[in-house]
């Protein structure tokens, strides 16, 4: 074993490490590392800091702000036991107006029959309309604009006439 330096104190004397766990509890510590050559030591009390997860856990959604003056993009949800679902035949992008500058194709209130455009879905570049399929009242839109969707995801809910 090689032999301790005679220069001062060392940082792993038996003697040290106990003066060194009096002042974690006299300053209110939880760890102390200390590194003298090749040689470490880390004293730590209580149980390790658990770090904070990258992503949110399944499930959680974040609060809503406070005050918000912008209209939300999306109508509250209506509980219908009879409604039924537009919904998207295809993987694409939603989008609720044919043009960027023109109207919606269809609004909440609006009735449609099944021939009627609702929207259209973009898919490989492709813009696809969407006929509702259904005859009814529009009570909801459960998609924002330009958000994606998969085959079979609910589109609108409708109150069928």
């Known amino acids: 074993m090689a032999k301790e330096s005679d220069s001062g104190p060392q940082v792993f004397d038996v003697d ?3 003066q060194l766990i009096e002042l974690m509890n006299e ?5 102390i590392d200390l590194r003298q050559m090749d040689r470490r030591i ?3 009390r209580g149980a390790p800091a658990i770090p904070a997860p990258l992503h949110p856990p399944a499930g959680y959604h974040p609060p809503a702000p406070a005050h ?5 993009a999306v109508a509250p949800a209506v509980e219908i036991s009879n409604a039924i679902f537009i919904k998207s035949p295809m993987v694409g992008t939603f989008y609720s107006k044919p043009k960027p500058t023109a109207a919606p194709y269809i609004k909440i209130g609006d009735v449609v029959q099944p021939d009627t455009i609702v929207c259209l879905v973009e898919a490989m570049k492709t813009f696809n309309e969407l006929p509702a399929g259904v005859s009814g009242k529009v009570v909801e839109m459960l998609v924002k604009e330009e958000e994606p969707v998969d085959v079979n995801k609910p589109l ?3 109150i069928p006439q």
Do not use: D, G, I
Request: cysteine-free; proline content about 5%; aromatic content about 6%.
């Open 156 to 158: 609108f809910k409708v």
């Open 68 to 72: 918000s003056t912008a209209a939300p």
């Open 27 to 31: 300053h209110q510590l939880n760890e």
């Open 42 to 44: 880390r004293l730590r």
């Open 16 to 18: 040290r490490v106990r």
